[in-house]
């Protein structure tokens, strides 16, 4: 069964930068044709696709959180991490990773971890 699981800090001051993991058990982060993907959801509004690491270390990131973000991936712990920039109150969210046997099409999501942004 595969899993997926988000881990990293509940709060977050602006400007600081945010890292968070998502954690795969029961599939390879390398294994074809699949992408590993951050979504978020700020309060109120619909889900964001932020970015993707893709089997073969490729990366794919929103043209509107190029500047500030970055995907990446430890393929010996097998798990990929979003560290995002200059953080501000609206990067408030609820936080998803997710996998897609497709681009764009997801099949296992993560819990979900809220994240503050907030002095």
């Known amino acids: 069964q595969v899993q997926v699981e988000e881990s990293g800090p509940a709060l977050v001051k602006p400007s600081q930068t945010l890292s968070l993991d998502c954690i795969i058990t029961?599939?390879?982060?390398?294994?074809?044709?699949?992408?590993w993907n951050w979504i978020r959801q700020p309060p109120g509004k619909g889900l964001e696709w932020m970015g993707a690491?893709?089997?073969?270390?490729?990366?794919y990131v929103s043209p509107s959180l190029k500047s500030r973000t970055s995907i990446s991936r430890d393929t010996s712990k097998n798990h990929f991490t979003l560290e995002l920039g200059s953080v501000t109150p609206e990067d408030t969210a609820v936080y998803y990773c997710?996998?897609?046997?497709?681009?764009?099409?997801?099949?296992?999501w993560g819990q979900g971890t809220q994240v503050t942004v907030s002095a």
């Open positions: 690491i893709a089997y073969s270390g490729n990366t």
């Open positions: 997710a996998r897609a046997p497709q681009f764009g099409i997801y099949d296992y």
């Open positions: 029961g599939d390879s982060i390398r294994r074809s044709f699949y992408y």
